[in-house]
């Protein structure tokens, strides 16, 4: 079984949709939930974290985490076409990484 | 402040042949990360460097192999390469050991071996 288990998508929204991301999980020792944004070749970069669960706000941004289902969300309202690119979700221990395969999203204008 | 940066960003290979990736992380920073992103697999962690020692490592055989100088930059060697070895290999540097959350990644150096 993965550590970490993403749909690919693509997703393909128009533009002011709100768009869900989710993930699951296996191991319960994961503490820190991060989401990674990666825009077509460039590196992924740090979105946004939340520790342990609950949820957090950044903007038009929601993190979401419900340790008892092994269960991760991010959150996107009024979706923006900037906002088209490839969202990573990043369990880890606050030692290591296991990330999610990606779930591509297009945001139509 | 300026990024970390990778080189080179694009790279081919013959199976067989071994290759160097190199990565410099952003100043002040002391730990490096490596991770080979494929679009099966996605993102798996390689190894993390922290004052030129391993501080831990991922589930990859020992043709995979890295080292960190004094000046932080590290460098990635891939021995008898395979074809399953071509993949986007991402750089990441954050301030300490265990500071997840401030990894910062490169652009990637991507590999084709044929």
């Known amino acids: 079984q993965k550590e970490v288990e993403q749909d690919p998508g693509p997703l393909s929204v128009p533009e002011g949709a709100i768009v869900s991301l989710n993930c699951t999980y296996s191991?319960?020792?994961?503490?820190?939930f991060m989401w990674y944004r990666q825009y077509s070749r460039k590196g992924p970069e740090l979105l946004m974290y939340?520790?342990?669960?609950g949820n957090k706000e950044d903007g038009r941004f929601t993190a979401q985490v419900d340790k008892s289902s092994k269960y991760i969300s991010l959150f996107i309202r009024d979706s923006q076409p900037s906002d088209s690119a490839t969202y990573l979700c990043a369990p880890n221990t606050g030692n290591q990484f296991y990330f999610g395969t990606g779930t591509s999203l297009t945001v139509i204008p | 402040k300026a990024g970390v940066t990778q080189t080179p960003r694009y790279l081919i290979k013959t199976r067989g042949q071994q290759v160097t990736l190199s990565c410099s992380p952003i100043?002040?920073?002391?730990?490096v990360s490596w991770y080979q992103q494929t679009p099966g697999q996605g993102l798996q962690f390689l190894f993390e460097y922290f004052s030129e020692t391993q501080r831990n490592k991922g589930n990859f055989p020992g043709r995979f192999s890295g080292r960190q100088f004094s000046n932080s930059r590290s460098e990635m060697n891939v021995s008898t390469l395979e074809l399953g070895d071509s993949a986007l290999y991402l750089c990441?540097?954050?301030?300490?050991?265990?500071?997840?959350?401030?990894?910062?990644f490169g652009p990637g150096t991507r590999l084709t071996v044929t």
């Open positions: 990441a540097s954050s301030l300490s050991s265990g500071l997840v959350y401030e990894q910062y």
């Open positions: 191991n319960s020792a994961f503490q820190y």
């Open positions: 939340t520790y342990s669960s």
């Open positions: 100043s002040g920073h002391r730990s």
